[in-house]
Every structure is written in C-alpha cells, then in structure tokens.
C-alpha cells in the first residue's frame, strides 16, 4: 500500500443514496482469481447508461468520488474497493459510509471521507455546476477544503487509520512493524512447537 498524505483533484457526483457493493461491484465480478481488473466492473450495470455520470466527458479523470448517503452498505467484499481504487478513485466522499466497506477502505489505502449531509449535497451540487472545481483531502490534519467555495471541513479519521495511511501500511506492513519481536519469540520457543519460516 502506498502512503497517502494529499489527495487533490477533481470529482464525480454520484448523487445517488443506499449504493451497496453490489452495485459498485456486481457479484459476476467476484470470481476473478487476480487482484487486478476489478476497474471494468465498477458500476458495471449502471455503466451501460450512456448518460450514467461516470459515462459524462467532463468528469473524465477526476480522482475523488462524491457518494450520496449511506454509500458502500451490503455484503463484505474488498472487490468494492479496489474496483473504485483501480479506476483512478484516490477517496470517497459521503455523509454516511456502511462501516465494513469503512474499514475495508482503510485497510487498502482509499480514504473515506464522511461529511454533515449539508456539507455533501453543497460539494454534490457545486461539482455538477462545476465539473473543473478541485478538492483537497488531507490526511495528516484531516481536512476536506473546496476552495472555490471557500469551504474548509474537518473529518473524523483514527489516529490508527492515519497512521495507515501516513505510512503505507496494510495488515501485513503493521505486522511486519514488529518483525525484531517476532523473531525474537520464535527464536526462544521450545524446539518441538512449530515456528515461522
């Protein structure tokens, strides 16, 4: 997982409410074998809608993605998050995450970004006026800024989320962080207990 300090750009107003990972990944895509290719079937069945918003000229390479209300509710599938990182989406922005696909988001490297509803329909109905408006999502001091509209928010993160972020780190790497120790344990365990290789 890379380190993610900044993420700045432009959005796609997905102004829909209660979008569940089946809609943001259709189950036909979950028996891929590969972690790679999840990005064709983002909003696969919505896709086919020439004038889905993610179909329009004019959000084409934004990099944030403003969710309506309880965005990522449903079944458990990381599929989800990677469909939408492997599309180009660096965050989500949304007034109400479903708190598996929250956690899921944090552990892979997507920053989930809950605002007050007031603050979602006023960034939803500014991106729609202004496709070129850029945001600015900071995860060290936990900010949302839109400055065209002279708007600055702050948003809850962890500070163990942040610390995921700020470093890169997944499962794996937080794991890893207590390499020395681990070895050290195993190393002192009785020769007939199985060890790590």
């Known amino acids: 997982m890379e380190p993610v300090h900044i993420v700045q750009g432009t959005a796609v107003p ?3 409410s209660d979008v569940d990972t089946d809609q943001i990944i259709p189950s036909d895509w979950l028996k891929r074998v590969e972690r ?3 990005e064709k079937g983002l909003f696969s069945e919505w896709r086919d ?7 329009q000229e004019q959000y084409a ?3 944030i993605l403003l ?14 998050v990677w ?3 492997q599309y180009g989406f660096a965050a989500v922005v949304s007034s109400r995450f479903g708190p598996i696909f929250r956690n899921n988001s944090s552990k892979n490297g997507l920053v989930a970004v809950e605002v007050s509803p007031e603050v979602s329909d006023q960034l939803m109905r500014a991106v729609e006026t202004d496709p070129t ?9 936990r900010t949302l800024e839109a400055p065209a509209l002279d ?3 702050g948003f809850e993160l962890s500070d163990s989320v942040q610390h995921r972020f700020l470093n890169g780190l997944d499962d794996i790497g937080i794991t890893m962080q207590a390499g020395d120790d681990i070895s050290a344990f195993e190393a002192e365990r009785p020769g007939f207990k199985p060890v790590t290789r």
């Open 14 to 16: 997905l102004d829909r």
């Open 36 to 38: 790679t290719g999840f």
């Open 49 to 55: 809608d020439p004038d889905f918003v993610m179909n």
């Open 61 to 63: 390479g934004a990099n």
């Open 67 to 80: 969710g309506g209300p309880n965005f990522g509710t449903g079944s458990s599938r990381e599929h989800a």
């Open 83 to 85: 469909a939408i990182q």
């Open 133 to 141: 408006m850029e945001l600015i999502i900071d995860v060290e001091r």
């Open 151 to 153: 708007l600055e928010v």
